[in-house]
């Protein structure tokens, strides 16, 4: 069952565009959220639900307005990702929010990567470091998040919940049915690890759902993917 925020309650997310992002706007709203979407491209956020209020702002080049949005709002929620070729940006986009974070005493939940994630095989690798397991073409994300997991260690003082996607993040339905981790893949029965944008959004809000109704005292990260259930034979 879907929780309902009360309605005075305001999200922010930053990368409101993206396939995670407006997973993460759709599911807010539909909780009752007052949501800010704060991207770049204004063509983009115009494609939001009218109810969205839109803020299109360059992180990088203006961290005091982010500082300013973040500031009117209970919760923040980042699915953040520079364009392709520039992904030595994301420690620094990353910092800007952190920062903002600090400043202004705001629980932040923020999309990460699964580079810094164990494999389920017990051989204690991770996604980055084992032999042939990522393909070149996404090494640089990878790397660049890695830098991010090393940059949450130095904000032990924020509220922040990092969520790391399985290795397959993929278009799908909304089932609302994952398995949440911590620091290893979730696998499904046939060894992948996998979740839909829709779910991962899904996922993302109930973790800030569960902020308020119990509260976050300790910096968190976290995986979630599917896990069925398949019958003996």
């Known amino acids: 069952m879907t929780n309902t925020a009360p309605h005075n309650r305001k999200i922010v997310v930053f ?3 993206g396939d995670v992002g407006r997973e993460v706007v759709t599911e807010a709203l539909l909780r009752g959220y007052q949501v800010t979407a704060v991207a770049r491209d204004i063509a983009k956020l115009s494609a939001l639900p009218d109810s969205v ?7 990088l080049a203006n961290p005091e307005i982010a500082a300013e949005v973040l500031a ?3 919760v923040a929620a980042s699915s953040l990702r520079p364009a392709t070729g520039q992904e030595r940006l994301l420690p620094e986009m990353t910092k800007v929010l952190l ?3 600090r400043q202004n005493r705001t629980p932040i939940f923020l999309t990460g990567g699964a580079a810094t994630l164990k494999l389920a095989d017990g051989s204690g690798h991770t996604v980055l470091t084992a032999p042939d397991f990522l393909p070149d073409s996404v090494r640089p994300i990878a790397e660049a998040c890695e830098q991010v997991d090393i940059l949450f260690d130095q904000y032990a003082d924020v509220q922040w919940t990092c969520l790391r996607p399985p290795t397959m993040l993929i278009p799908g339905e909304k089932t609302r049915n994952y398995v949440r981790g911590t620091d290893t893949l979730v696998t499904d029965h046939d060894g992948a690890a996998r979740i839909s944008f829709a779910d991962f959004g ?3 809000v109930d973790l800030v759902d569960a902020s308020f109704d119990a509260g976050i005292s300790n910096p968190q990260r976290l995986t979630v993917g599917y896990q ?3 019958a003996a034979a």
Not at 53 to 59: L, N, T, V
């Open 99 to 101: 920062d903002a974070a």
């Open 228 to 230: 069925s259930q398949v």
């Open 72 to 74: 009117e709002h209970d």
């Open 15 to 17: 990368g409101a565009t």
């Open 53 to 59: 209020a839109r803020q299109s702002i360059d992180i």
């Open 202 to 204: 899904v996922a993302m």
